[in-house]
T-cell receptor
Framework: DGGITQSPKYLFRKEGQNVTLSCEQN?????MYWYRQDPGQGLRLIYY???????QKGDIAEGYSVSREKKESFPLTVTSAQKNPTAFYLC?????????????FGPGTRLTVL | SQQGEEDPQALSIQEGENATMNCSYK?????LQWYRQNSGRGLVHLIL?????REKHSGRLRVTLDTSKKSSSLLITASRAADTASYFC????????????FGKGTLLTVNP
C-alpha cells in the first residue's frame, strides 16, 4: 500500500524532555511537511523539506527541529524549548507540479505534555 | 494571520440537503485547495482549483473561485452522514508552490 505513516499515534511527554515524532512515506514524493493543529484551529506549518538534506522553517519553527537524511523519512523533534507542545501533529508529503501541490497527510500524532 | 478564513464555522444539515461552505483569502493566489478531516484523523485532499479557473466539479463536489472577491465556495450536493467532517481551504500563493496556508475550517454535521 502506498501512503504516509506516523508513529506513535499517542505520545506523552514530561516537561523538559525532547521527543521525536516519526513520519515515513513510500509515495516517492520529494517534499515533506510538518504541521501543528490546535483544537478548533487550522494547520500551522512548522517545517518543510523540498528535497533530501534540505529543509526550511515554516511559520512556527521555534522549539522544533527536523532532519531529512532520506527521501522517505522526515522526523520531527519537539524540544524542551517548545513552551506549549500539547497539540495534534500532522505530517504530509507532496510532489509539487506546476499544476498545483496536492498534499497527502498521515494519520497524525497526538502529543500531550504531562 | 491566516490566509484563508472559512465561513460558517459550523454547519448542521439533514441528509440529502446541500451544504455550502465559503473561504475568503487576502492576497493573490496560485491555487486554492479544499481538504476534509474526519475527527482525530489526517486531512484528505478533495479538489484543487487554479487561479485562472472559475469552477470545478468532482462527483458531488462543486468548487467556485472568484479572484476579484478573493473568495471560494465548496458545495456538497445530496449530503450523506458520511460527509460529516471538518472542511478546510488552503491557499498557495507567492513564489512558492510548496507552502500551503490553511484556514480554521468549517465543521459540517450531516444528520441522518
Amino acid at each position: 500500500d502506498g501512503g504516509i505513516t506516523q508513529s506513535p499515534k499517542y505520545l506523552f511527554r514530561k516537561e523538559g524532555q525532547n521527543v521525536t515524532l516519526s513520519c515515513e512515506q513510500n509515495l516517492n514524493h520529494d517534499a515533506m511537511y510538518w504541521y501543528r493543529q490546535d483544537p478548533g484551529q487550522g494547520l500551522r506549518l512548522i517545517y518543510y523539506s523540498q528535497i533530501v538534506n534540505d529543509f526550511q522553517k515554516g511559520d512556527i519553527a521555534e522549539g522544533y527541529s527536523v532532519s531529512r537524511e532520506k527521501k522517505e523519512s522526515f522526523p520531527l523533534t519537539v524540544t524542551s524549548a517548545q513552551k506549549n507542545p500539547t497539540a495534534f501533529y500532522l505530517c504530509a508529503s507532496s510532489q509539487p507540479r506546476t499544476a498545483g501541490n496536492e498534499q497527502f497527510f498521515g494519520p497524525g500524532t497526538r502529543l500531550t505534555v504531562l | 494571520s491566516q490566509q484563508g478564513e472559512e465561513d460558517p464555522q459550523a454547519l448542521s444539515i439533514q441528509e440529502g440537503e446541500n451544504a455550502t461552505m465559503n473561504c475568503s483569502y487576502k492576497t493573490s493566489i496560485n491555487n486554492l485547495q479544499w481538504y476534509r478531516q474526519n475527527s482525530g484523523r489526517g486531512l484528505v485532499h478533495l479538489i484543487l482549483i487554479r487561479s485562472n479557473e472559475r469552477e470545478k466539479h468532482s462527483g458531488r463536489l462543486r468548487v467556485t473561485l472568484d479572484t476579484s472577491k478573493k473568495s471560494s465556495s465548496l458545495l456538497i450536493t445530496a449530503s450523506r452522514a458520511a460527509d460529516t467532517a471538518s472542511y478546510f481551504c488552503a491557499t498557495a500563493f507567492g513564489g512558492s508552490n510548496y507552502k500551503l496556508t490553511f484556514g480554521k475550517g468549517t465543521l459540517l454535521t450531516v444528520n441522518p
